[in-house]
């Protein structure tokens, strides 16, 4: 899955680079990952809400991973302009999904 990080207030054509961020999936654990800088930022509990209200007010991470949960900075996940579009435009969201806040 191609993913895009855009600098707010810039329109701009994603640019896919092919840069990889590597990062080990933690049980019950967010992974919060920045494309910008392909690094791990920081990580949190599952189910906690004063961390998931913490990283939903930062604009340093754009994608966060937990087991098979996926989380994007943007609508009710973080003050951001993330989110996830299906590669075939469809409006269908696979199964896995549909548990993200």
């Given at each position: ?6 600098i ?35 990580t949190?509990k ?11 007010m ?37 199964d ?6």
């Amino acid at each position: 899955m191609p993913l895009v990080s855009c600098i707010e207030g810039e329109k701009q054509e994603p640019e896919i680079t092919g840069s990889e961020v590597e990062f080990i999936s933690v049980p019950d654990v967010w992974t919060y990952i920045s494309l910008e800088s392909g690094t791990v930022v920081g990580t949190g509990k599952l189910g906690d809400a004063e961390s998931d209200a913490a990283w939903a007010m930062r604009r340093d991470w754009d994608i966060a991973v937990c087991d098979t949960l996926l989380r994007t900075n943007g609508g009710n996940s973080g003050i951001g302009f993330g989110g996830i579009l299906s590669e075939s435009g469809s409006e269908t969201i696979p199964d896995i999904y549909q548990e993200v806040w």
